[in-house]
């Protein structure tokens, strides 16, 4: 083995430790946020969350960085849609099943692309949807349906994200783009976005908490779920086929049910166990069949 394949392999190694590392962290924030949510409202706490992500980012937009402000800001309108969905919904449902289900975006994708952009899913993708179906009917009680608010509202953030995938792709398409500056855009407009309509509620937003549970919470999503995990992912794409990632980061949903039994003591079901084991055999398998 010459000492070129050898530093390859480690590399390769490396990127998929990483990916794990990122699939954890992800998996876990819903559990943090809902955590998070116990001290601070939904909308404070993702202007908290998001403001504090858009100044540290904000040196990016100097120079070529500016370029990121016209896609940026309709699809941080988009991602200001996912995270109102998502948080409340987690706000209103298991962080368990907040995982399995917004992983579903990746069996929406396909489908939305050919709802906007013309391009006719492969029959192939059929039994993942059948998969997601039968695995979301399992994980919201089967005979005994308890589909609430919650998980409607984590469905609908998985359907939005699928179509914020398809907008982000056209938008950045024939342009050159720095990711932390586009980052930074969307951030902004998530953060100064729901404190713009926090501040328009009745009574508006109330004094941050200070509680030291909500800000380790809230530093851990912005430094770990997003600045490390944005960083990490797109590294790894250069160095790792897309196929191992789509694999590798197909975990996430695993890692966050775990995270909400063992640490936040959630009940699942050995039915709910098949349900979601089922939704991230068919994410996984959306991500195979579009390779």
């Known amino acids: 083995m010459t000492t070129l394949t050898a530093s390859r392999i480690r590399l390769i190694h490396t990127s998929d430790l990483l990916l794990l590392l990122v699939a954890l962290v992800w998996g876990t924030s819903y559990g943090v946020a809902k955590q998070a949510l116990d001290f601070y409202p ?4 993702l202007a ?6 858009f100044l540290l980012l904000a040196p990016q937009l100097r120079g070529a960085g500016r370029a990121a402000l016209r896609p940026g ?16 919904g987690v706000a209103h449902t298991s962080a368990s099943n907040a995982a399995f289900l917004i992983s579903l975006c990746v069996v929406f994708t396909p489908f939305v692309e050919w709802a906007l952009l013309g391009q ?27 589909f609430g608010l919650g998980d409607a509202l984590m469905l609908a953030a998985a359907l939005v994200r699928a179509f914020g995938v398809c907008l982000i792709r056209r938008l950045t398409a024939d342009s050159q783009v720095p990711p932390l500056a586009f980052t930074a ?22 004094p ?13 999503l912005v430094l770990f779920a997003t600045l490390f995990a944005f960083y990490v992912q797109n590294w790894a794409l ?47 398998w959306t991500g195979l069949s579009r390779r």
């Not at 908290?48 to 992500?53: D, G, S």
């Not at 006719?120 to 308890?146: C, E, K, M, N």
């Open 42 to 45: 939904v909308l404070g706490f």
């Open 48 to 53: 908290v969350r998001f403001c504090i992500t």
């Open 73 to 88: 800001l309709p699809s941080g309108l988009v991602m200001l849609a996912i995270f109102l969905c998502e948080t409340y």
């Open 120 to 146: 006719r899913p492969a029959a192939r993708l059929l039994p993942a949807v059948a998969l997601s179906l039968l695995g979301t009917w399992l994980l919201s009680g089967g005979v005994d349906l308890d």
């Open 185 to 206: 855009v969307q951030t902004g407009v998530v953060g100064f976005g729901c404190l713009l309509i926090g501040s328009l509620l009745p009574g508006g937003l109330p």
């Open 208 to 220: 941050l908490p200070s509680a030291p549970a909500f800000w380790l919470g809230s530093l851990y």
């Open 238 to 284: 250069g160095r790792s086929s897309p196929t191992r990632v789509s694999l590798l980061m197909g975990s996430e949903p695993l890692f966050g049910a775990l995270f909400a039994v063992l640490w936040l003591s959630e009940q699942l079901s050995l039915q709910a166990w098949v349900g979601g084991l089922l939704i991230v055999a068919a994410t996984m």
